[in-house]
């Protein structure tokens, strides 16, 4: 299982970016899909989390309102929408993939895949 961030760079506190993971495999619906962020702190964060069949989102209670997680099953995608930025949002974004989760796991232990990392640079 490969996972490819993108959309990540430069923005001014107040803006918005989408970050998409391009999943591949032949049963992303076996996956729960989670977006972590990883800055000075030692661990990665759990930023959001989706459900295999997308009903159920968890969110990091600092970006409830403003980011919002989906998937496209379809395309084998999974989304991080990020509006009204602040310069704390500045990290490294990793989307990781959790085989049969249900889309609430924050621990990143938890987690069987990762992608590389995406930077997303806030100015304020």
């Known amino acids: 299982v490969k996972l490819v961030e993108s959309g990540g760079g430069s923005v001014q506190a107040g803006g918005s970016l989408t970050l998409s993971c391009a999943v591949s495999?032949?049963?992303?619906?076996?996956?729960?899909m989670g977006w972590f962020r990883q800055g000075s702190t030692v661990e990665r964060e759990f930023v959001a989390g989706?459900?295999?069949?997308?009903?159920?989102?968890h969110y990091e209670e600092s970006v409830k309102g403003r980011f919002t997680i989906s998937r496209d099953n379809a395309k084998n995608t999974v989304y991080l929408q990020m509006n009204s930025l602040k310069s704390e949002d500045r990290s490294v974004y990793y989307c990781?993939?959790?085989?049969?989760?249900?889309?609430?796991?924050?621990?990143?232990?938890?987690?069987?895949?990762w992608g590389q990392g995406t930077q997303v640079t806030v100015s304020s």
């Open positions: 495999t032949r049963n992303f619906t076996d996956y729960a």
């Open positions: 989706i459900s295999r069949t997308a009903d159920f989102t």
């Open positions: 990781a993939a959790d085989y049969y989760g249900s889309g609430s796991q924050v621990r990143f232990e938890q987690y069987n895949f």
